[in-house]
């Protein structure tokens, strides 16, 4: 009884917390990418990125590397990641995909503007990956 009452209350943190990822909006969205780009929560971060159906693990994981190694060299170079704003979203005409410009704020006040894609997929948005 006591453990059902547990994994009920915790249930409930991570709904009433937001702790579960949740991307209605892109601004959500970029929301929790900033908060786990901050922390350094490379693997977190693929959980954002949209991945179809299939995608193999070495994939995943190159990805995963990826974002890592350029996390790594930004926070080198310019100090780390101090904020990022979702600066523009233009919405595609069936709101299933937007193109967005994201401006980052480095710990040494130095900005960069990034471009890119959101896609919709099951009710939450992501962030289409190029591969």
Request: charged share 25%; net charge negative; hydrophobic share 35%.
């Amino acid at each position: 009884m006591k453990l059902k009452l547990f994994v009920s209350a915790l249930v409930a943190i991570f709904v009433l917390t937001g702790c579960g990822g949740n991307q209605d909006t892109p601004e959500q969205l970029f929301s929790d990418l900033e908060a786990r780009v901050i922390n350094n929560n490379t693997k977190d971060v693929l959980g954002l990125i949209y991945f179809p159906e299939g995608t193999s693990e070495e994939v995943l994981q190159n990805v995963e590397r990826a974002f890592s190694e350029n996390i790594e060299y930004e926070n080198s170079k310019n100090g780390g990641i101090k904020s990022m704003k979702l600066s523009s979203i233009e919405y595609s005409e069936d709101k299933l995909s937007a193109d967005v410009t994201l401006l980052i704020i480095y710990k040494n006040n130095k900005t960069h503007t990034e471009k890119g894609m959101l896609i919709k997929d099951n009710g939450q948005w992501k962030i289409k990956y190029n591969f």
